[in-house]
């Protein structure tokens, strides 16, 4: 029979002086130890605690829900991370990146070591020790038949209006919803293409008895923007084909050229009345007319809607390098500068950050805050770094020196959409717990500039640390009147292609 008394005297004859102590990082492995063989595990526990940890840091933020399995060797899973491929392991290599500063900045965490590729996965692992234990990590990416790409997302936001369901999901009401909503998604959804309609049956058809949370917060959060759009526009139509795309090609042609989604990041439209021909508008402004100015008007023909994730970044903005120049190869690498050796990186970084820092350094609005030159031997790191410095300082060089600020803001307005040609948009934000989402306006035409009162500008912040592999840029700006923060990120995507995309815009008080 066991006892506390028998697991007590097993441990202390175990121990070297005959005394044990919780405290003690080596007796405490060794109660494990005993406890194991005794069939009992009690690292579950410290297990929650290491992921919850991950899970809550906002280092992990780009790369989506987190699912994790495993004890002493743990599978971290992202959803944002594609399962195999080149994006795939740069995703995942930043994500070790990300757990190794989270590891520096937290007192229950030290001794990072990330293991050689094989151990674990093809781009190896990582050992961390959490108060006192070692962990194996292993970065994965989603697995192919469970992953969602976007046309599932906006999809089940189709498929979530035309339902009947209009509480959130639970692990008690989960199963037999899905199974609802598969064979209605079988039938066709109303308003999206017959391939993204099974794309859904396919993706839910995979998750339909898998009622772990983090299924449940992900349909969630479909469910709360179509709730938050059925609230002010019931028994209408979404459309996301036939002429959703019309009207975006037309958009196209009339902005020569502006990508659809920059001139509107509406994933949806709620079509309220007949739009008439598109064929014959010659005129953006026109164009831009068949939408309504206010959320829950009617006036007009159609409402934009932008569907967005919980934690889902605030957009792209690495096409506007576009509008400057029709060689990428002038803010991409090169295929000779992607073979660079560890030296040439080092010396091309040096020569940039001095370009940048000339460049900025008559400007008050900008504050580069610049590393040390002393920088990691790591080939990948460095070409992360050189390829955001290169693509940054192309940007720079578009504006005259006393203008650099204003690059800046055009960057996060371009990310934002807010390009000055836009129709009225709405951002829905989908809630995990599967409320009503949270509802943003985007008014046509609308610029942002960089906050200030009273002509007192706080200054941008350009980030050029040692120690991660790009930049980060942080500033605030004013968007319809209110003040917001924002985050950049350039970084390399493990090839030639680098992205400039908005981590967080967040409202501040006024």
Same mark, same amino acid.
């Given at each position: ?9 097993e441990?202390? =004859?175990r ?7 919780l405290n ?6 060794i109660?494990?130890?005993v ?6 595990d ?5 297990n929650?605690d290491l992921?919850?940890?991950i #899970? ?7 790369f989506g829900?987190?699912?994790a399995s ?13 399962n195999?491929? #080149? $994006?795939?392991?740069a ?6 990146d990300?757990?190794?500063q989270l590891?520096d900045q ?7 070591r990330k ?7 093809s ?6 020790? =959490?108060?006192?234990?070692?962990y ?9 038949e469970s ?13 979530f209006y035309?339902s009947?369901i209009t509480?959130?999901?639970n692990?008690? *009401? ?9 064979k ?17 049956v396919s993706?839910l ?15 969630? $959060?479909p ?10 526009y019931?028994?209408?139509?979404l459309?996301?084909?036939?002429? +959703?795309?019309?009207?975006r ?5 009339l902005?020569?050229?502006?990508p ?6 509406g994933?949806?439209y709620?079509?309220l009345?007949p739009?008439? !021909?598109i ?9 831009n007319?068949l939408?309504?100015?206010?959320w ?7 409402v934009?809607?932008?569907l967005?994730q ?7 903005? %690495?096409?506007?390098?576009?509008k ?7 803010y991409?690498?090169?295929?000779? &500068?992607?073979?660079?050796d &560890?030296?040439q990186?080092k010396?091309?970084?040096?020569d ?5 820092k #000339?460049?900025?350094?008559? *400007? ?11 920088? %990691?031997?790591d080939?990948? +790191?460095?070409?992360g ?10 940007? +720079?060089?578009?504006y005259?020196?006393?203008k ?17 040609? *836009?129709?009225t ?7 995990? #717990?599967?409320e ?9 035409? $609308?610029?942002?500039i960089?906050y200030n009162? !009273?002509?007192?500008?706080e200054?941008? %912040?350009?980030?050029?640390?040692s120690?991660f592999?790009?930049? %980060?840029?942080?500033?605030k700006i004013?968007?319809?009147?209110n003040?917001?923060?924002v ?6 995507n493990g ?6 995309e ?9």
């Amino acid at each position: 029979m066991i006892t506390v008394d028998s697991i007590l005297l097993e441990w202390s =004859y175990r121990c070297k002086d005959g005394v044990v102590d919780l405290n003690d990082p080596e007796k405490k492995a060794i109660l494990e130890q005993v406890l194991s063989e005794l069939g009992i595990d009690l690292s579950e526990a410290e297990n929650e605690d290491l992921i919850s940890l991950i #899970s809550n840091s906002d280092l992990f933020s780009d790369f989506g829900n987190l699912e994790a399995s495993g004890k002493g060797t743990i599978k971290l899973i992202f959803s944002n991370i594609p399962n195999r491929g #080149s $994006q795939s392991d740069a995703l995942r290599n930043d994500a070790y990146d990300a757990l190794k500063q989270l590891v520096d900045q937290n007192k229950d965490l030290s001794n990072f070591r990330k293991l050689a590729p094989g151990t674990g996965s093809s781009l190896g692992s990582a050992v961390v020790n =959490y108060k006192g234990k070692d962990y194996k990590l292993i970065i994965k990416g989603a697995s192919d038949e469970s992953s969602s790409d976007t046309d599932v997302k906006e999809a089940l936001v189709s498929l979530f209006y035309v339902s009947d369901i209009t509480t959130p999901f639970n692990k008690e *009401n989960y199963e037999s919803r899905l199974n609802q909503l598969i064979k209605t998604a079988q039938k066709g959804i109303p308003g999206e293409s017959s391939n993204a309609s099974q794309k859904v049956v396919s993706y839910l058809t995979a998750i339909s008895t898998d009622n772990k949370p983090s299924n449940i917060t992900f349909i969630n $959060q479909p469910l709360s923007s179509a709730l938050a759009i059925k609230a002010k526009y019931p028994d209408q139509k979404l459309i996301r084909t036939g002429l +959703f795309d019309t009207i975006r090609n037309k958009a196209t042609l009339l902005t020569t050229g502006l990508p659809a989604d920059k001139w509107c990041p509406g994933d949806v439209y709620v079509q309220l009345g007949p739009v008439g !021909d598109i064929n014959k508008i010659d005129n953006i402004e026109l164009l831009n007319e068949l939408f309504n100015d206010k959320w829950g008007g009617t006036e007009k023909p159609l409402v934009a809607v932008s569907l967005k994730q919980a934690e889902a970044q605030g957009g792209k903005a %690495k096409a506007l390098l576009n509008k400057y120049t029709k060689a990428k190869e002038d803010y991409n690498l090169t295929s000779d &500068e992607i073979d660079f050796d &560890e030296e040439q990186f080092k010396n091309g970084i040096k020569d940039l950050r001095n370009k940048i820092k #000339s460049k900025i350094s008559g *400007n008050q609005n900008i504050e580069y805050i610049m590393g040390s030159d002393d920088l %990691k031997d790591d080939i990948r +790191f460095l070409r992360g770094k050189y390829a955001a410095l290169k693509s940054i300082e192309f940007l +720079f060089r578009q504006y005259n020196d006393d203008k650099v600020d204003d690059a800046i803001v055009a960057l996060a307005g371009f990310a934002l959409s807010l390009s000055g040609v *836009n129709p009225t948009f709405f951002k829905i934000t989908g809630e995990k #717990s599967g409320e009503p989402g949270k509802v943003d306006t985007f008014s046509k035409g $609308q610029n942002i500039i960089l906050y200030n009162i !009273d002509g007192d500008y706080e200054p941008i %912040k350009v980030e050029d640390s040692s120690t991660f592999g790009g930049l %980060k840029i942080n500033f605030k700006i004013k968007k319809g009147g209110n003040p917001y923060l924002v985050s950049i990120n350039a970084r390399n995507n493990g090839n030639t292609q680098g992205t400039l995309e908005i981590q967080k815009i967040q409202p501040l008080s006024k």
